[in-house]
């Protein structure tokens, strides 16, 4: 009859197996670390290549993500990218503008306009507009204007239709089927379009004097080409009385600046990272032919195929992730340089781009590493030894 082991003995073992591993890491920082030390040379070679690939890599990864945004806060800047009239010149229904702003949220902007031919007191046509002018000043900032009207009935005269009222700085009268109205010039508008032909009112002047409500409304909608056309097609839905189209100019602009903006910032984050990867496979080449004899022993030791190359692995591993640390810090640096230069506002980093940058340079110090190790399988501790 055998006796159970007493819990001394099972403690015991546990506690032989646990320090069992303990000899097995400490040697492989101990070599990790020779390795470093005795080739300094090879190892900051390859470090510095590391380095460089993971701090433009996060360089690059921080500019596009910021200059996405920058990029399309500055189309913003130049107006509408889609715009709701009315079909076969009708008013929009009552309400529109604000079926509008629900459906596109708070960061959109959107501005009414409503139009009429009306005729000056001698007699001459101009098409006057009626708007809300605090929001043409977020919509149309690219807009040349001297003074915005800020009381009522001011009026904002376009540099032509200013040759249809005889004195542009005094007040004058304007006439829309049979009601008159005197308005006072308080600025003066030049675009270089059809915009410098207008008079513009604000609407509520507008609406009391003429009874027409607005018939078109431009809208700048943010987001991607993707997300314009998602609020199109919202849009069409919400407002099914109503024509709803992009401006294609700001639209395709847009999305062709921005293809080519990621085009060139990834396209120079692979040539660095290709380059960095040549760079450290050479390195790692060299440092099997420099430690031939240490990976010998380890054969001859009793050390298995697959310990030495998972130990070779580790190393390059290893080396990838101090290289992707340092040069994400040094990438935040010049992603910060390159916005205040270029763009005169700084970029913020993104700690989101760092499990990437990781991640990517580990891949790319493991991928180089697959040819030293068909180089380490070739070892023979026999010849190796010998000298030969």
Same mark, same amino acid.
């Given at each position: ?27 492989? /920082? ?111 900032? /690219?807009?040349?204007? !001297?003074? /915005? ?23 004058? !009268? ?55 056309? &998602? ?10 009385? &109503? ?11 847009? &999305? ?95 700690? !989101? ?14 991928? !180089? ?20």
């Amino acid at each position: 009859m055998t006796s159970r082991p007493s819990q001394h003995a099972v403690a015991t073992a546990e506690v032989a197996a646990r320090r069992a591993d303990v000899p097995h890491q400490s040697m492989f /920082w101990r070599m990790l670390l020779r390795a470093a030390v005795l080739r300094r040379g090879r190892a900051a070679s390859a470090l510095l290549a590391m380095v460089v690939a993971a701090a433009v890599a996060t360089a690059m990864m921080n500019l596009y993500v910021d200059v996405q945004a920058k990029l399309r806060s500055e189309f913003r800047n130049y107006g509408a990218n889609i715009v709701i009239v009315g079909k076969n010149g009708a008013s929009l229904p009552a309400g529109a503008l604000q079926q509008v702003e629900a459906t596109l949220g708070d960061k959109s902007i959107a501005v009414p306009f409503a139009y009429v031919v009306a005729r000056t007191s001698d007699g001459q046509s101009v098409v006057v507009a009626g708007t809300d002018f605090d929001r043409v000043r977020r919509l149309n900032r /690219w807009w040349n204007v !001297s003074k /915005w009207p800020a009381g009522p009935l001011q009026a904002l005269v376009g540099t032509r239709a200013a040759g249809a009222i005889q004195h542009s700085d005094k007040p004058f !009268s304007i006439s829309f089927q049979g009601r008159s109205l005197e308005v006072t010039p308080v600025g003066t508008l030049q675009t270089g379009a059809a915009e410098d032909s207008r008079v513009y009112l604000s609407l509520s002047d507008f609406a009391s004097w003429t009874n027409v409500q607005p018939s078109t409304i431009e809208v700048a909608a943010s987001g991607s080409a993707g997300e314009v056309d &998602a609020a199109l097609n919202r849009l069409n839905q919400t407002i099914p009385t &109503a024509e709803v189209r992009p401006v294609r100019q700001i639209v395709e602009g847009e &999305a062709r600046v921005l293809n080519k903006t990621r085009a060139t910032l990834l396209a120079a984050a692979v040539l660095i990272v290709l380059t960095a990867a040549l760079c450290v496979l050479a390195t790692l080449i060299g440092w099997v032919f420099d430690r031939r004899r240490d990976f010998a022993i380890m054969k001859a030791l009793g050390a298995s195929e697959k310990l030495v190359n998972g130990f070779f692995a580790a190393e390059a591993a290893v080396l990838g992730l101090v290289g992707a640390l340092i040069g994400y810090v040094i990438g935040i640096g010049v992603a910060a340089w390159i916005g205040r230069v270029n763009f005169h506002a700084p970029v913020i980093p993104r700690l !989101s781009v760092l499990p990437w940058i990781v991640a990517g340079s580990v891949l790319v110090a493991l991928i !180089s590493a697959v040819i030293p190790i068909g180089l380490l399988r070739r070892v023979q501790p026999a010849i190796i030894l010998r000298g030969e």
